[in-house]
């Protein structure tokens, strides 16, 4: 096996795509510090709304588990039988990226105000199979926000849909003046990497939560093997179960091997959130690490992860990652 055979393929094309909606509030809306929760759950009650034929209500023993719209996107089921272990759940194909939380002087996130006529913007991402979906995905955004947020139900209008290509760049997808989808690449291409750089900055700007035994681990706590055997196992394991593409896993042991040779300096702090849980009906708090990370080590190493990294700018890591924990933005130094 020669030095990057665990490398992830650059020159494929992956079905991974950003994309950004802009709505319109019609009536006064208090979002809460961080929305991520709230947009998914709406999103989520408004596609099974859609998708589902039979009514049950729990898609635990429905006939149509496997091939329902909702399942494959919201609660992907996990598999019977898996070559290398057995799993009780897969990640979805599936991030919610609310907008970026208001911060007070203490830096802690604080509630916003949008008054009726101001605009709403956040992104999603969507992998594989879901991408097949965009239409079905679309009309969940629209109707979940035209019935409202939060429990005082704060209308919005979808008003637009852009792509987000790998360099920020949005192109027109879908608009509520001409609503039909346009035809765009919702693909991402790995970069090569950099040349002449010698460390890679990740800036984690959404609570990033990374578990042993149940337990989230602390700044101190955490290492760079334990970050990119996360993010690794993550994208392999989005690639096999939504993208029909399961040789990825098979470069996760060696990849997380190398990060045992790198060296890291951490700005890193603890940083929590509160959130409301309609379904078990209280509050909790959603923390992680939110900072600076720099991780240094020779070209082979770094250029070895570098694949890795660049992709879990788009499918985030750690717990809670559908709701856009553990978000971060990667540069080569």
């Known amino acids: 096996m020669n030095s990057n055979s665990h490398c992830l393929d650059s020159s494929r094309a992956l079905p991974i795509a950003r994309y950004r909606i802009r709505a319109r509030a019609l009536d006064a809306l208090q979002l809460p510090p961080y929305a ?36 494959r996107i919201f609660e992907a089921p996990a598999p019977q039988q898996h070559a290398l272990q057995r799993f009780s759940a897969i990640p979805n194909a599936y991030v919610v990226e609310p907008p970026p939380p208001h911060l007070g002087k203490d830096q802690q996130g604080g509630e916003r105000w949008l008054a009726p006529g101001q605009e709403l913007a956040f992104h999603f991402v969507l992998a594989g199979h879901a991408l097949e979906q965009l239409p079905l995905v679309l009309l969940a955004w629209q109707r979940a926000l035209a019935q409202g947020l939060t429990r005082m139900r704060s209308r919005l209008a979808l008003e637009q849909v852009q792509w987000q290509d790998e360099d920020n760049q949005l192109h027109p997808v879908w608009s509520a003046d001409t609503p039909r989808i346009q035809s765009h690449t919702a693909s991402l291409q790995i970069p090569p ?27 101190q706590q955490l290492t760079a093997h334990s970050l990119i055997s996360a993010v ?42 509160v959130r409301y849980s309609s379904r078990q009906q209280q509050e909790m708090t959603l923390g992680g690490v939110v900072g600076d990370w720099r991780l240094q080590g020779t070209k082979e190493v770094l250029s070895s992860i570098w694949p890795w990294l660049w992709l879990g700018q788009w499918l985030h890591v750690g717990k809670n990652a559908t709701m856009g924990l553990g978000g971060y933005r990667l540069t080569a130094t």
């Open 193 to 219: 990497w950099p040349e002449g750089k010698n460390e890679l900055l990740l800036r984690i700007h959404t609570p990033l939560r990374l578990q042993h035994q149940g337990r989230p681990l602390r700044p």
């Open 232 to 273: 690794s196992r993550r994208a392999a394991l989005v690639l096999e179960f939504h993208a029909n593409q399961p040789d990825w896993g098979e470069r996760v042991p060696a990849t997380a091997a190398q990060a045992l040779a790198l060296r890291d300096e951490r700005e890193l702090r603890w940083f929590d959130w």
């Open 36 to 71: 991520g929760s709230l947009l998914r759950g709406q999103f989520g009650a408004a596609l099974r709304n859609l998708a589902c034929m039979t009514r049950q209500p729990s898609c635990t023993d429905c006939p149509l588990r496997e091939t329902c719209p909702y399942t």
